[in-house]
């Protein structure tokens, strides 16, 4: 047993060779993990129960090992038993070790030398741990070699995205995963939840989103749920969205928790990826909504000096609030994913919202169409919701189906690549506009039955605005009228009897 024990210290100390200088640093690694943890797996193969959920053949260093775990987890996944006995048949044929060892002889040395179960989830994480740091390093020695001897036509861009997904990817695996909870954890999550909902304005389980009907229909904006907002152009889609982004932004409430860090408990802090506009415009859109001074007043400089002060007044107002804008343009879904990342640790995030899903990216390959890459865009928003367990609401184009049709309400096949998106989706909610049709109808000349025909229609759709839920995986369905003041690009809930103005062209 001495002798054994001797062996098996030799095979870790001569791989370490710690002490003597060496012209190169060797990979992080830890032998001693890697045999103890192999050796409770033998002892009691209950121990593979808790690292199997994250820990692979690939993460042990030392390829025996790597040998031994895949062939050890073959076993006890077909329901049969894995001991030094039942591993020696494949292992018979292998390189001795020693001229003093075989490997049938170091299973059972692993098995004679293991420590306690208790400890092989801590052993698991640090040969998870250590085989991440030398992914680490390989990304690392690839950047430098790749920036070295790059080719002329190939942009520092190319490598800075291809460093990003090699990374991203790379975080992705490195998650032990919570496993299933108990159903009294569930419950009593539930009883939180609602708790919030009763202390929050509106009495919402979710983000009031500043617009009652909404509200009412949705319960306001789900903690982890993908909300697609989409519409034909000029429906309203960003108008809708910015509204709503601003109204949960300027609301926040946070209370200090009793270790010291501050908890939202209404409204919440923003992130917008405005893929399309600039900060700018979209700042000079919600400052027309705060000031109802038209956006076009404001961006070619035609107010008088009583305006000019309000936009001061407000601009003041608005710069405490907690909104964050990206305009990076054409970004992937890597990226977005890990700037969201970088924001919720910096400042804090409760929701995020990307206008629109068509300029995301995803991995492209010539294989791939544009349908799987929406598909790949989609999956990637839902798993970033429910990992940072925030809402996202993400806009998105309409095929030109719709104008195709008599009634030009949206219907969930009018997406783009709608398989994916509508898949993905928790909420599916459609900008409708009736004025917008019915305003390119207008006759060619100011009188006459015609144009009085077209006055009285013009009329009753005037600003008014339709919010279509066509899908909705925790309530109703069905239709949230809404009133549009399109010179503020301002969304209102609708004021119930009340007589609208005649449109007078």
């Known amino acids: 047993m001495a002798q054994n024990a001797t062996l098996i210290s030799d095979r870790s100390k ?46 042990f260093f ?31 044929n292998a390189e001795p070790i020693s001229p003093t060892m075989t490997v049938p002889q170091y299973l059972g040395t692993l098995a004679a030398n293991a420590t306690s179960i208790i400890n092989a989830l801590e052993y698991g994480r640090t040969v998870y741990d250590l085989a991440t740091r030398r992914a680490l390093i390989i990304i690392g020695e690839d950047m430098v070699n790749c920036a070295f001897d790059s080719a002329v036509d190939q942009p520092p861009k190319a490598q800075i995205e291809e460093a990003e997904t090699r990374l991203y990817d790379l975080a992705e695996q490195n998650k032990y995963g919570q496993g299933f909870l108990g159903f009294n954890t569930a419950l009593t999550n539930a009883i939180d939840m609602a708790n919030a909902a009763y202390q929050r304005s509106g009495h919402l389980s979710g983000l009031s989103t500043g617009l009652s009907d909404l ?18 152009p000029s429906m309203g889609k960003t108008a809708l969205a910015t509204n709503i982004a601003y109204n949960i932004a300027r609301n926040l409430r946070t209370e200090q928790q009793s270790d010291g860090t501050e908890k939202a408990v209404d409204g919440a802090i923003v992130g917008f990826f405005s893929l399309e506009m600039s900060s700018e415009q979209l700042a000079t859109r919600i400052l027309s909504e705060q000031t109802e ?38 970004i992937s879904i890597t990226q977005l994913a890990a700037r969201a ?119 009753l759709v005037h600003g008014r605005a339709e919010v279509i839920i ?26 119930r009897d009340h007589e609208m103005p005649d449109y007078l062209g």
């Open 14 to 59: 001569a791989a370490h060779a710690a002490d003597e200088p060496l012209p190169f640093r060797q990979a992080p690694h830890n032998l001693e993990a890697e045999q103890a943890l192999l050796g409770a797996i033998l002892v009691n193969n209950e121990a593979m129960d808790r690292v199997s959920s994250f820990l692979e053949a690939q993460h």
């Open 62 to 92: 030392d390829p025996l090992h790597q040998q031994i775990f895949e062939t050890v987890a073959k076993l006890i996944h077909a329901g049969k038993q894995a001991t030094p006995i039942t591993l020696k048949t494949f292992f018979e």
């Open 215 to 232: 509200d009412a229909k949705l319960g306001g904006l789900q903690s982890s749920d993908l909300i697609i907002l989409a519409g034909r």
């Open 293 to 330: 001074i038209s956006s076009e007043k404001i961006r070619r400089g035609m107010i008088d000096e009583a305006e000019f002060r309000k936009l001061v007044e407000v601009s003041r107002e608005m710069s405490e609030i907690p909104l964050y804008i990206d305009q990076t343009g054409g």
């Open 341 to 459: 990342r970088k924001l919720k640790r910096q400042k804090g995030l409760g929701l995020l919202v990307v206008d629109y899903l068509q300029l995301l990216t995803g991995h492209k390959r010539q294989s791939d169409g544009r349908v799987q890459e929406v598909s790949e865009i989609t999956t990637g928003l839902k798993a970033l919701a429910k990992e940072l367990s925030v809402p996202i609401i993400a806009l998105s184009q309409l095929s030109r189906q719709v104008e195709q049709r008599d009634d030009k309400r949206p219907q969930l096949a009018d997406l783009r690549e709608s398989g994916s998106i509508e898949q993905d989706a928790d909420v599916v909610m459609f900008v409708f506009r009736e004025e917008y049709y019915v305003e390119r109808k207008k006759p060619s000349e100011a009188h006459g039955e015609e144009f009085l025909k077209w006055q009285q229609e013009m009329g």
């Open 470 to 495: 066509g899908k909705q995986r925790h309530g109703p369905t069905g239709t949230v009228p809404l009133s549009f003041e399109g010179q503020f690009t301002r969304f209102s809930s609708l004021v």
